[in-house]
């Protein structure tokens, strides 16, 4: 297994917070046992880090929701050889959604981008919260990571 990520910048307003993401991004990474990267798969990630009017595009293009958000995520597989799949994933993140949500939540922005990735890449891996007992599951192991990366359950 092998995880290598770029980071793409598609909204002014990301370039002077790009040295703490990928610290962040890092630290998760770092992480990568509590979130089941299965042994067999080569994971490729794109972050994309937009604004408002770019993930508003992407949401009512592949969600049919005319609005926007704080991330996306989006997942393909391709099998390379025998037992062997090359997983590309992108997280897209608006700065404005994830900066409001922040703001009216009173948590640090950074916290919220940890807590918005963890959750991305929980869904990458499998995970849903489509009915109440996989919403608790996910949610808890979500508390789980991001104490572990020394942050406070967001879900209070």
């Known amino acids: 297994m092998k995880i ?14 790009i040295r ?3 610290k962040i991004i890092k630290m ?16 490729y990630f794109n972050f994309v880090l937009s604004n408002d009017k770019f993930i508003k595009k992407y949401n ?14 989006f997942s393909s597989e ?16 608006s700065s404005e959604t994830l900066n409001a949500d922040s703001i009216k939540n009173k948590i640090n922005f950074y916290d919220h981008f ?3 990735v ?15 007992k996989n919403f608790l599951i996910m949610k808890n192991l979500e508390i789980k990571i991001l104490k572990n990366l020394g942050i406070a359950n967001p879900y209070y």
């Open 60 to 73: 009512n293009t592949f969600k049919k929701t005319n609005k926007s958000t704080d991330v996306l995520s």
């Open 114 to 116: 940890t807590h918005i």
């Open 20 to 22: 703490k993401i990928d």
């Open 28 to 43: 998760i990474f770092r992480k990568k046992n509590m979130f089941k990267f299965k042994k067999n798969i080569n994971y």
């Open 78 to 93: 391709l099998k390379i050889s025998y037992g062997i799949i090359n997983k590309y994933c992108d997280i897209i993140v």
């Open 4 to 17: 290598k990520y770029h980071i793409i910048i598609k909204s002014n307003n990301w370039p002077r917070r």
């Open 118 to 132: 963890v959750h991305s890449l929980l869904h990458i891996n499998g995970y849903s919260h489509s009915n109440k």
